[in-house]
């Protein structure tokens, strides 16, 4: 394939232009977008105890990962994306110590900051533990457990928030921290799987490469992130010859209970579908294509195609699969048509 | 059954009297004096002082006279040590009282004089004697014995009433009830609990008597609960270490176990009884198992002079004569058998197991079958019916049958694990082949299939072109992602260490995904079992097992050089101290192994035969002894007909092959101690040898000095070299590999010579040559997985397409589950312009459920276009941007196919 010299989202990208004209199709995107979307997510990582040299080392550097992901691949603005870390010396990068005063002070100042619907992603990296009943995530200093977690994030507002523990013991976060507009995910499936989780390291790759963008759209949703890692860690543990000691959860509808399998049809999964990071690479389109009316229309119509797909995808259960198949190549057709028109006219054939 | 209340009365008074010695004498026998002659008689039997209880009581019962007690003490003693016909005199021979006729039955019984056991039976029982229940017991037993099993069951049914009508009952009716209840299991298995309630009541009424004990010893070893046996046993031989029951029964538990020291065991009741029938038939039907037919035979005629109405006895001395092929004697002894019991089931039962442990499979269904016509309620031989109905492809029957076995004996874990098996098989899916029946589980199916139908249709294309014949299809093949699955299906039990199995045109395997990677080589060993399937067809399951394994394993060398069992140096060592038996006498090595890894050197030397048969007198020769042991003829017959040799002179001629093709490798391990014959805590030590890429941390000094001490031999050069490796002096390591590699060329293992000079090369930078090293260790050994990766990733380095590629295919055909060796693969393929390799490596990435399906169907799709089929690429392309509707490459792909293509 070859590419335009101008750089264009896809469809997807696209879907979030357009969402007031997709059912559907909405939710936060995070990434530069100057040209694209008005929100202007953060991301929040907090690094918490390691206990060892090893484990402070692991940590620091999966959170490190994921700190520059979100600036390089993503592109976010420095002044939203902060890291924290037991020692801020460990790190030019590190922004705080990530003790109980250091992170509600992030939290606030992000609940200063951001723009009513700016997204914010918050990332737990580090011990769990679970004890009579109570979940918590070990900071240095007195650690927060899941509701204290869930106050703190409800100082957000209505913005769409997102928290991803990695630790141990995560488990009861799903069900804590649950709540509308909000997307938990968690790297066990309850408190007693204690054992040492190697969710951050997956997660931190997802965000690094490509790979974790499953449905080619050029973007990252955290669905894809997190299918991605659950694979990733299971493999891990396979080749390792181990048990599989951690099973992750993502809650997103609000009831509080995870799902081990979410997807884009629920009950979990819709709105982690569409929360998602876009590649700098891909969220800024020149302003001359953008004024092309001709690319805007094209846009507007293979945009529709592709809700039209996901609709009759909607429907396969009930279609005879000849029927299916032959409807959905002519919808593929068409996009393929538009896409190729749209690379035409300089406009980047795709993500 | 109900628990009577207790009466006490003058019986239970007596029988209070009777026992009361022998309790103490259980619970301390030396300490405790007896009170009376009888009493310390009593307490000498029970402690297993068998002299000592008959100089007491010889006195006491001269003549045929003294009292009853004394008397039944006496003839208890002398039956314990088989002297029966010395028994029956102390209790009065023919003038016997009735109050002892009972005794006089049973001892009558053991010697198989049958009619007069009923009559002493019956007096004892229409006598009103005080044991006349017991007698009435032996009625039962003696009409349930010749086949009136209304009539005995009729019998045992009164005992219930007994029971519960009685008031209480003392020790000897209790034991009664007991054994009647036990009998009235077989229709209504819940009375099992209640026999073992009965003797337990019986063991309280009659403290320090082992004979309770050792009943519900045996009563749970009925219900295949050994540890549990063993514990009762135990029990008895704690006072009585010479207890010709407990002894017995411990015998019969470890046979049942798997023990190898059953044989033993029962020759220790032998010591104390050597006319114990039970004992006998034991070691004959171990014998039998192990195909040692004489031995057998021996054992058999010897407990038939005992009692020539042993139903079992009959039974091993007819399974003997068929194994034998002696069907006259056959067919004497099943009549000889009917004559006593003509709906006796445990004599086809036996045949059928016999055949089956022999491999005649479908015999082994209508000797079963005929146990079951004659008693619809043998359940065991209902079970043997299923499980090689199962075997032989009858799968519905067999498991209708299977069902209702298990309703009968729902203590049968073989019964219960065979179907908790069978109700998995709804997960499996079954992929039909030319030839094949391939059965493969739901969630590897996909992967599996292209790989395992194309290399069973090879070997049977293969097999059928070297053989001229093949046996019938559809041969049905089955593949398990669990050992444990695999060995329920082939034994009904978990925990056989076999890789697969083949009963004839039935073969089942672990499927590659039951082991570890690299543990083994699914492949080949689907080439082995096929390759038993034709020998069996052909043999008409008339080949020996040592030459059908053989022969598999030699087929499996033909077929991929590095396939098949290797030549080890310890297997060398083995067969140059003469811990092999000669290539006539082979079998032995196989079915009564002398120690754990003469087995897998069985497999060896048998497929060495083969080298040389082949070799010296050409393949014909083995197609004629197929066809030999089809007509029924034996090895040496053929052996005198084919290759001209009696079996001295064929075991000569085999040494001499094997001298000479080993020449070098025996003088390269043969004057070194053999890790056989090591310690065990050297052989530990050895162990760490044996660790593939485990430093080998020794002194170096003392290593060069046993080199230096034995220049030529195998051994002591690899240990120094491995050494070397470990501490980094490679140059003087290399010198020391390269002359273990000549002393032994074809090491197989993983932690040799090969390896360590391709680290030693790789280390230098010496890319191909380290390439080359673990090319020929690949081509060595069949198992190799992490060898052929890493000459994978060398070749890569290389840029050699061709030599990644067959690296990769080797390591795939080992373990196929990992995604980005077939995405590799797929890439290769690609390259050397093999499109159906492409397309087959393609599928199997997206049968891994990557997590990056988009990207799985897109490839795959590509893959079929370019092999010529666009309808499922179409398809393939479909669902790729069914998940990624904006997946570019793909719609370019698909606009493509519709003709739109740039």
Not at chain 2, 600 to 620: H, P
Not at chain 2, 743 to 768: C, N, Q, S, V
Request: hydrophobic share 40%.
């Amino acid at each position: 394939m070859t590419r335009g010299a101008l750089r264009l989202p896809g469809g997807g990208a696209t879907a979030c232009l357009l969402a007031a004209v997709l059912a559907g199709a909405g939710g936060p995107i995070l990434g530069a977008s100057r040209g694209l979307a008005a929100q202007q997510p953060h991301v929040l990582t907090v690094v918490g105890l390691g206990g060892d040299p090893d484990y402070r080392e692991a940590f620091l550097d999966w959170g490190l990962r994921i700190h520059n992901a979100a600036l390089e691949r993503f592109g976010l603005p420095g002044e939203h994306v902060v890291l924290l870390s037991e020692a801020p010396d460990m790190d030019p990068a590190v922004a705080g110590r990530s003790d109980r005063e250091g992170v509600e002070s992030a939290v606030a100042e992000i609940a200063r900051g951001a723009g009513p619907q700016d997204p914010v992603l918050v990332i737990l990296i580090g011990h769990g533990s679970y004890r009579g009943g109570e979940a918590r995530f070990n900071l240095p200093g007195p650690d927060l457990n899941a509701q204290e977690w869930s106050a703190l994030l409800a100082t957000l507002g209505d913005r769409p928030v997102a928290m991803v523990n990695t630790s141990s013991s995560s488990g009861p976060f799903a069900e804590a921290v649950a709540g509308p507009n909000r997307t938990v995910i968690t790297a066990t499936k309850t408190g007693g799987e204690r054992n040492e989780t190697q969710f951050a390291r997956f997660f931190a790759e997802a965000l690094e490469g490509e790979a974790a963008d499953l449905n080619k759209d050029g973007m990252l949703s955290l669905l894809e992130a997190f299918e991605y890692t659950r694979a990733e860690v299971a493999r891990f543990y396979s080749e390792e010859n181990l048990l599989l000691t951690e099973h992750a959860l993502l809650e997103d509808n609000g009831d509080g209970q995870g799902s081990e399998e979410p997807s884009r049809d629920g009950p979990d999964g819709s709105v982690a579908a569409f929360f998602r990071l876009v590649p700098a690479s891909l969220a800024m389109p020149a302003p001359e294509v953008m004024a092309d009316s001709v690319i805007v229309r094209l846009l507007n119509e293979r945009t529709a195609l592709e809700a039209s797909v996901a609709q009759l995808r909607a429907r396969r259960a009930e279609m005879d699969p000849d029927r299916y198949d032959a409807q959905l190549e002519e919808l593929l057709v068409q996009i393929a048509l538009k896409s190729r028109e749209i690379e035409a006219r300089g406009g980047g054939g795709g993500p | 059954m109900r628990r009577s209340l207790s009466r006490p009365g003058p019986l239970l008074l007596a029988v209070t009297v009777l026992v009361a010695a022998p309790l103490q004498a259980r619970v301390a026998v030396p300490q405790v004096p007896a009170r009376s002659s009888l009493e310390a008689a009593r307490a000498h039997l029970f402690a297993g002082r068998y002299d000592e209880a008959l100089d007491l009581l010889r006195p006491m019962t001269r003549n045929g006279r003294g009292d009853p007690a004394a008397r039944s003490l006496h003839a208890r003693v002398l039956r314990d040590r088989g002297r029966y016909e010395e028994a029956l005199e102390v209790l009065g021979g023919q003038s016997t009282p009735p109050d002892l006729a009972h005794i006089r039955g049973e001892i009558l019984l053991d010697v198989g004089r049958w009619d007069e056991a009923e009559a002493a039976f019956r007096a004892s029982a229409e006598s009103g004697a005080r044991d006349a229940q017991v007698a009435r017991l032996g009625l039962g037993e003696l009409a349930f014995m010749r086949g009136s099993r209304d009539e005995a069951m009729a019998v045992f049914d009164s005992f219930i009433d007994l029971y519960n009508g009685a008031g209480t009952l003392d020790g000897e009716s209790t034991m009664a009830v007991a054994r009647a209840v036990t009998y009235l299991g077989r229709t209504s298995p819940s009375l099992f609990q209640d026999a073992l309630r009965a003797y337990d009541e019986a063991a309280d009424k009659l403290p320090g008597d082992p004979r309770p004990l050792v009943a519900v010893g045996d009563l749970f070893l009925s219900k295949y609960a050994s540890p549990d046996a063993y514990d009762e046993y135990r029990r008895v031989l704690e006072a009585n270490p010479r207890d010709p029951g407990a002894l017995w029964g411990r015998a019969r538990a470890m046979e049942f176990d798997g023990n190898p020291g059953a044989i033993a065991t029962a020759e220790q009741v032998l010591e104390v009884n050597p006319r114990h029938v039970g004992a006998r038939v034991l070691i004959a039907r171990i014998h039998l198992k192990a195909e040692a037919v004489e031995a057998a035979t021996e054992q058999v005629r010897e407990a038939l002079d005992v009692n020539p109405n042993s139903l079992e006895a009959l039974a091993v001395l007819a399974a003997a004569q068929h194994l034998a092929g002696d069907r006259a004697g056959f067919g004497a002894t099943v009549r000889r058998s009917d004559a006593l019991n003509p709906s006796y089931p445990g004599l086809h039962t036996t045949l059928a197991q016999v055949s089956a442990d022999t491999r005649k499979y479908r015999e082994a269904v209508e000797f079963a079958r005929e146990a079951v016509r004659r008693d619809p309620r043998a359940w065991d031989a209902l079970g043997v019916l299923a499980t090689n109905q199962r075997r032989t492809g009858a799968l519905t029957e067999g498991r209708r049958n299977m069902e209702a076995a298990f309703a009968g004996d729902p203590y049968n874990p073989w019964f219960k694990n065979t179907l908790d098996l069978l109700d998995t098989w709804a997960s499996y899916r079954t992929v039909e082949t030319e030839h094949f029946q391939i059965v493969l589980h739901g969630r590897e199916a996909e992967l599996l299939e292209p790989y395992v139908a194309d290399v069973a249709e090879e070997a049977f294309a293969a097999l059928s072109a070297r053989y001229g014949a093949q046996p019938p299809t559809p041969i049905r093949l089955e593949l398990y992602p669990s050992s444990a699955d695999f060995s329920v299906r082939t034994l009904g039990m978990v925990g056989l260490g076999a890789l697969g199995v083949s009963f004839g045109s039935t073969l089942v395997m672990d499927s590659p995904s039951a082991r570890e990677a690299g543990d083994f080589n699914w492949a080949s060993t689907l080439w082995h079992e096929l390759a038993h399937a034709f020998h069996l067809g052909i043999s008409d399951h008339n080949v020996p097992r040592w030459f059908s394994e053989g022969l598999a394993v030699r087929e499996q060398r033909v077929a991929r050089d590095r396939w098949g069992f290797p030549v080890s140096p310890v297997y060398l060592q083995a067969w140059h101290d003469g811990m092999m038996p000669p290539l006539s006498r082979l079998n032995e090595a196989f079915v009564r192994p002398q120690f754990p890894q003469q087995v897998v050197f069985a497999y060896t030397q048998a497929s060495l035969a083969f080298d040389w048969i082949e070799e010296d007198y050409g393949f014909q020769a083995v197609r004629d002894f197929l066809a030999g042991y089809r007509a029924g003829r034996d090895t040496p017959a053929l052996a005198r007909s084919i290759l001209d040799l009696d079996a001295e002179e064929m075991d000569g001629a085999f040494d001499r092959y094997m001298r000479e093709r080993f020449r070098n490798e025996l003088a390269a391990v043969v004057d070194i101690p053999s890790p056989l014959s090591a310690t065990l805590e050297e052989r530990e030590n050895d162990a760490e040898v044996a660790v593939p890429g485990v430093p080998v941390l020794r002194d170096l000094e003392t290593l060069r000095a046993r080199v230096r001490a034995q220049p030529g031999a195998f051994q002591p050069r690899l240990e120094l070299g491995q050494s070397l490796v470990a501490a980094g002096l490679l140059d003087e390591a290399e010198e020391h590999l390269r002359e273990a590699l000549r002393l032994f060329p074809r090491y197989p293992e993983t932690d040799g010579p090969l390896r360590h000079l391709a680290r030693i090369h790789e280390g230098r930078g010496e890319i191909r040559q380290a390439a080359d090293a673990l090319r020929r260790l690949g081509s060595l050994n069949e198992n190799a997985y992490e060898v052929y990766r890493e000459e994978a990733r060398l070749r890569r380095t290389l840029q050699d397409v061709e030599g990644e590629r067959d690296a990769l295919v080797k390591a795939v055909e080992v373990f196929p589950y990992d995604p980005d060796l077939h995405a590799r693969l797929a890439e290769l393929h690609e390259i050397a312009g093999d499109t159906g390799g492409v397309v087959r490596e393609r599928r199997a990435v997206l049968s891994l459920e990557p997590v990056d399906r988009a990207e799985a169907h897109f490839r795959l799709a590509q893959a079929l276009v370019a092999n010529g089929d666009r309808r499922e690429g179409r398809s393939q392309l479909l669902r790729a941007l069914e998940i990624a509707p904006t997946y570019q490459p793909a719609l370019e792909l698909l606009l493509q196919l519709r003709g739109g293509g740039s």
